[in-house]
């Protein structure tokens, strides 16, 4: 048979609120002198891990992606899109397939506007180009006008 304990102060265990409320206030200690500051001036190409012969030796395409063939709305084409170019590939000979061993080539990284997607570029120490944008011209057209008894707007069934 099992006794239970009344709630006391004493065999209260700590809560993660009251943990919290710790932390707080000792993070509340931190002054404006304590903040990390990184102009944007500075260059960091050489702390960003990415190998010498990927950053300058890339250009890096910016464009808007067309609409995909298979879907009919255009969702996916308002935000800018950088690109590397194509590097070393090779057919692997068991299965015939595409391989290649550029880990930038399957990057995908998407910006509101090709200016911000330039200065991630410049920033990266990639040299980049930018493509116009193939903007779709939108014909507006009525549903009457399908049944409309025009002869020139008429088409026959047969």
């Known amino acids: 048979m099992t006794t239970l ?24 200690r931190f002054s404006k002198d304590d903040v ?7 260059d960091l190409t050489p702390v960003n891990g990415v190998p010498k012969e990927h950053q300058s030796e890339r ?3 910016i464009f808007i992606p067309a609409k995909p063939a298979t879907q009919s ?11 590397f170019d194509n590097r070393e590939r090779w057919e692997n000979p068991l299965m015939g397939w595409a391989s ?11 910006f509101e506007t090709s200016e911000a997607a330039e200065e991630f570029c410049k920033r990266q120490g990639w040299p980049c180009y930018v493509e116009s944008p193939n903007i779709l ?22």
């Open 5 to 28: 304990l009344p709630i006391t102060p004493s065999n209260m265990l700590c809560s993660h609120r009251e943990k919290s409320k710790d932390r707080v206030e000792e993070i509340g």
């Open 59 to 61: 250009r890096v395409r």
């Open 73 to 83: 709305g255009i969702h996916g084409t308002r935000l800018w899109r950088i690109e």
């Open 100 to 110: 290649s061993g550029d880990p930038l080539s399957t990057t995908v990284v998407e």
């Open 137 to 158: 011209k939108m014909n507006v057209k009525s549903y009457g006008s399908n049944f409309s008894w025009n002869k020139r707007t008429r088409v026959g069934s047969k």
């Open 36 to 42: 990390i500051t990184v102009p944007l001036e500075d």
